[in-house]
């Protein structure tokens, strides 16, 4: 299977403007191959334009990363990837500063760089596609209760027998309400 020009063009384009692409422009031909290799099994099962957009930007920040981690430009942290030749916020050991002469105490907090506007826009979107499906879905089997599944497995991280404790259901229940829900999802995000 071969990609489209539409698709190859759009591929381009995140890579080119992703934060990870600048510095690394070398790379460039390395990026793009990772990333329509990892986009092929996904682009005929998506028809949503903005659902594949979504989907092929985060594909394309994986390709770059794997790519720069595979060159060693980057490593992993406990919390991120980092440059090789820097070194990460949380790894500098002052966390916070008092000053003798007074009782001020100043407490720095680590900043996120990597969840900018446009990474939440996306992750909110998708986010926000994802409840109206499952609401729509609970709706119309408001018995199986999908929406309750949902808040309890992702919202409030309960695991699958603590799910089936608060319901009064089996676990296996639980797991075949949950595969289903995840099924539909996708089924309607797709549409």
Do not use: W
């Not at 099994?41 to 770059?64: G, H, M, R």
Request: aromatic share 8%.
């Amino acid at each position: 299977m071969e990609l489209a020009q539409d698709k190859i063009e759009l591929i381009e384009r995140l890579i080119k403007t992703n934060r990870k692409f600048i510095n690394n422009e070398d790379l460039y031909d390395d990026f793009f191959n990772e990333a329509c290799k990892r986009s092929l099994p996904i682009i005929s099962t998506i028809s949503s334009d903005a659902t594949l957009e979504v989907y092929l930007k985060k594909i394309a920040t994986t390709s770059i990363l794997n790519v720069l981690k595979d060159s060693g430009r980057i490593r992993r942290t406990h919390a991120d990837f980092v440059p090789t030749k820097e070194t990460s916020i949380e790894e500098t050991p002052v966390s916070s500063y008092s000053n003798v002469y007074t009782d001020v105490k100043i407490t720095y907090e680590p900043i996120d760089f990597d969840n900018g506007p446009e990474d939440t826009a996306i992750k909110n979107e998708v986010l926000g596609m994802v409840i109206n499906s499952i609401e729509k879905i609970n709706e119309a089997e408001p018995d199986k209760r999908y929406l309750d599944l949902y808040r309890l497995r992702y919202v409030e991280g309960m695991t699958q027998t603590e799910i089936a404790n608060e319901l009064n259901l089996s676990q296996s229940e639980v797991s075949k309400r949950l595969f289903r829900l995840m099924q539909n999802v996708k089924a309607s995000l797709n549409d």
